[in-house]
């Protein structure tokens, strides 16, 4: 498996990392659990190293099954997890909204500590910034955890450049957590440009598009009312239709170097910085594997310049997010 640091850090994965959500989370049914320790089990087999997690996804029972997989590995995968929603320490229920306050943060870390089974959370990242509390609070308490020895490396998710500056500045900032893929190219205006400039690593969810570069989703596709793609506009029967050309510019490539669309996809991404490290979420072994074939892909810089000058000529149809999410981003 190769490796990739995450900028200045020094904090060596897997160049392709595993998103665990949806092992116990936006799904119905939800998987067996045996069945996905099992599955982490496997992935660990294969070389991955680094792997995803939030306090949200579940609630709370995401890191429980991520803790309990891994702890044969401790010392040996990079665990991410994240804070920042307001929920109910005890039952997990929504309190709404968003909760960066530094006790609150640290009241997290704690019981994150607890359900992931560490004694040092690897990677803690604000899951949305918070508008009420100053950024600077919040890296100023998870570097009180940092020093503490129950946190080894600050991250932000979703969040803007600016932000990004402003937290630097007080904790190093080793990895920034957003949307990026072929389809969804936002973060390549100033999210990497401030990466690359401040040395943090870049960390792609849903690289596939929450499975729609895999090119099994169509307009006839149907999801669970629990899945959150039934509340995307992205995903409406209409935008699948409509945004079929990425597909097939992703199927032409993969043709002529033997790859499927979801490899070419990723290793796309893998391309673009040699600090970007990919998170697809997938539960089934033939699935990871696929995934895993993306790092034996080589995109010449031909083919960059061609899927380039392609993507540049597809408006994708639908927004990312509804506007409720949408005001939780970029900020």
Do not use: H, M
């Given at each position: 498996m190769q490796k990739r640091k995450l900028g200045n850090s020094n904090l060596e994965v897997s160049a392709l990392g595993l998103g665990c959500m949806r092992m116990s989370h936006d799904e119905s049914p939800i998987p067996d659990k045996q069945e996905m320790i099992s599955f982490l089990h496997s992935a660990v087999e294969r070389g991955i190293t680094f792997f995803d997690t939030a306090e949200v996804y579940g609630p709370f029972t995401n890191e429980e099954l991520v803790g309990e997989a891994l702890t044969p590995f401790r010392g040996k995968v990079v665990i991410a997890t994240k804070f920042g929603f307001n929920l109910d320490p005890n039952t997990g229920a929504d309190l709404g909204g968003l909760n960066s306050r530094p006790e609150h943060i640290k009241q997290v870390a704690e019981a994150s500590l607890k359900r992931l089974k560490v004694e040092a959370i690897d990677l803690f990242y604000q899951h949305r910034v918070d508008p009420d509390v100053p950024i600077e609070d919040v890296a100023g308490a998870v570097k009180d955890l940092i020093q503490a020895g129950k946190v080894k490396h600050f991250g932000l998710s979703e969040a803007g450049a600016q932000t990004i500056r402003r937290a630097h500045?007080?904790?190093?900032?080793?990895?920034?957590?957003?949307?990026?893929?072929?389809?969804?190219?936002?973060?390549?205006?100033?999210?990497?440009?401030?990466?690359?400039?401040?040395?943090?690593?870049?960390?792609?969810?849903?690289?596939?598009?929450?499975?729609?570069?895999?090119?099994?989703?169509?307009?006839?596709?149907?999801?669970?009312?629990?899945?959150?793609?039934?509340?995307?506009?992205?995903?409406?029967?209409?935008?699948?239709?409509?945004?079929?050309?990425?597909?097939?510019l992703l199927a032409r490539i993969g043709e002529q170097k033997g790859s499927t669309p979801a490899q070419i996809a990723l290793a796309w991404l893998l391309a673009q910085k040699p600090w970007i490290v990919p998170i697809p979420g997938s539960r089934k072994l033939e699935r990871l594997d696929e995934n895993i074939g993306a790092l034996a892909v080589e995109l010449k810089p031909d083919d960059l310049r061609e899927i380039k000058s392609a993507i540049s000529k597809i408006t994708v149809q639908g927004d990312r997010y509804p506007e409720n999410l949408k005001r939780q981003t970029g900020r």
């Open positions: 500045a007080v904790q190093p900032v080793t990895a920034v957590q957003s949307e990026y893929s072929l389809w969804w190219r936002e973060v390549e205006a100033e999210v990497l440009p401030t990466c690359e400039e401040l040395g943090i690593g870049f960390v792609p969810f849903s690289p596939l598009g929450r499975g729609y570069l895999t090119g099994k989703v169509d307009e006839n596709t149907t999801f669970a009312s629990a899945d959150i793609r039934s509340r995307l506009p992205r995903f409406t029967p209409e935008a699948r239709k409509a945004n079929r050309v990425v597909i097939d």
